[in-house]
Structure formats: C-alpha cells, structure tokens
C-alpha cells in the first residue's frame, strides 16, 4: 500500500519562507510524477507544481512561478515544495499526490486518494 504524508505548514507572515514535504511510503517516488496542489477556503483545489519522473522536468502555476520550487530527495524518498515571498493568498491546505500530467499544472490528475494535506497560513 502506498502512501504520501505531507508536513511542513504553518503559520507564516508575508514575504517569509516555508519548505513542504511529502514522503512517500510503500513505493519509490522517484518513478512517478508528483503533484502539490492546494485548496484554499471556498475555493476549489488547484494545482501548483509538478516534478515529473527522474526530476527530467518541472512545472508551475503562473501564480507562484519565480517564488516556489520543487525539488526531490531520492535518498529520503521525499518531494519538497520550497515556497518563498508568500503571500496571503498563498494561505491554503496543500496537498500532494502521484499524477499524470500534460503539458501544464492545470492538467494534472491525481492518481488515488487525497491524504490529509498541510495547512499554510500567511497573514500578519
């Protein structure tokens, strides 16, 4: 049985920094696309970034593009979102997820359930 935990989310004020992460358990991450998506309240869940198989390629919503990074540690089994000049509408549950992608963010599918996800909270 696979499983993703994501951690990493709290409460940050604008401009700071905040590094997600989401392990993986029961299969190499390394082989499969990985998603982080968020949804913030009263709207629906959208995608903001994928690392595609073997890190040959990433993508970014236009929203956080320039401020957000994703990365991978093999070792550690493990997909990191480095999210940099947060801003309050940032604040969102984030989740991430095996996908299929096509050309873009706006076209990643989750593959399975959605885990619990982590909560970021940007304000003053």
């Known amino acids: 049985q696979f499983q993703l935990m994501e951690s990493g989310g709290r409460v940050v004020q604008p401009g700071g920094s905040l590094k997600l992460s989401c392990a993986a358990s029961?299969?190499?991450?390394?082989?499969?696309?990985i998603g982080w998506f968020r949804q913030a309240p009263g709207k629906e869940r959208e995608g903001v970034s994928c690392?595609?198989?073997?890190?040959?390629?990433?993508y970014y919503a236009d929203s956080v593009k320039g401020r957000f990074t994703i990365s991978r540690d093999n070792a550690k089994n493990t997909v990191y979102l480095q999210m940099n000049n947060l801003k309050p509408e940032d604040t969102a549950v984030y989740y991430c997820?095996?996908?299929?992608?096509?050309?873009?963010?706006?076209?990643?599918?989750?593959?399975?359930?959605w885990g619990q996800g982590t909560q970021v909270t940007v304000s003053a």
């Open positions: 997820a095996p996908v299929t992608i096509g050309s873009g963010v706006q076209t990643m599918a989750p593959i399975g359930s």
């Open positions: 029961g299969f190499n991450l390394n082989v499969i696309a």
């Open positions: 690392i595609v198989a073997h890190a040959e390629s990433t």
